[in-house]
């Protein structure tokens, strides 16, 4: 009979903490909290260059909005267009975003926020589970793509 591994063996060679997931909690309201993220570079460019994409989780409903860029310095502009839009959609104001601590949400994206009224929280530089949300859901539109490009069979181009 295979003689199990103790647990105090298997803590001593993890890497890394275990990541502890509370229960699920969503927000009571469209726009109360938003996740994004960053996708990319691609090995391949769009048909119109884009290398990159961008999207923007809604907590509550969980709606996604994605849009493609050619650098990642566009998703200031991407993010103020994005703004715009979805308070007119709603009514609603946004109060919070969620992301990533790296370049492209620093500098100018930041004072929009402070301007604007809308929370900036960021997670840890380098803790992709802290953004699972978004980072899952860039994930999962990747493997959409692919499908649907092999069953369409066509090459990687498009």
Request: glycine share 6%; aromatic share 10%; proline share 4%.
């Amino acid at each position: 009979m295979p003689l199990k591994p103790c647990t105090h063996c298997l803590a001593g060679k993890q890497h890394r903490a275990s990541f502890q997931h509370g229960p699920a909690q969503r927000k009571p309201n469209v726009l109360d909290v938003m996740y994004s993220d960053v996708c990319g570079p691609m090995t391949t460019n769009t048909l119109g260059g884009a290398r990159y994409f961008v999207t923007f989780i809604n907590d509550h409903s969980r709606k996604v909005w994605a849009y493609a860029l050619r650098t990642k310095d566009q998703v200031y502009e991407v993010f103020k267009g994005f703004h715009d839009n979805v308070e007119r959609e709603t009514g609603r104001s946004l109060k919070c975003i969620r992301t990533n601590n790296i370049g492209e949400y620093m500098g100018a994206f930041r004072n929009y926020c402070r301007s604007n009224g809308i929370t900036h929280e960021r997670f840890v530089l380098k803790t992709p589970k802290h953004n699972g949300i978004a980072e899952r859901m860039n994930r999962t539109i990747v493997e959409r793509i692919r499908t649907m490009l092999s069953h369409a069979k066509l090459p990687k181009s498009f």
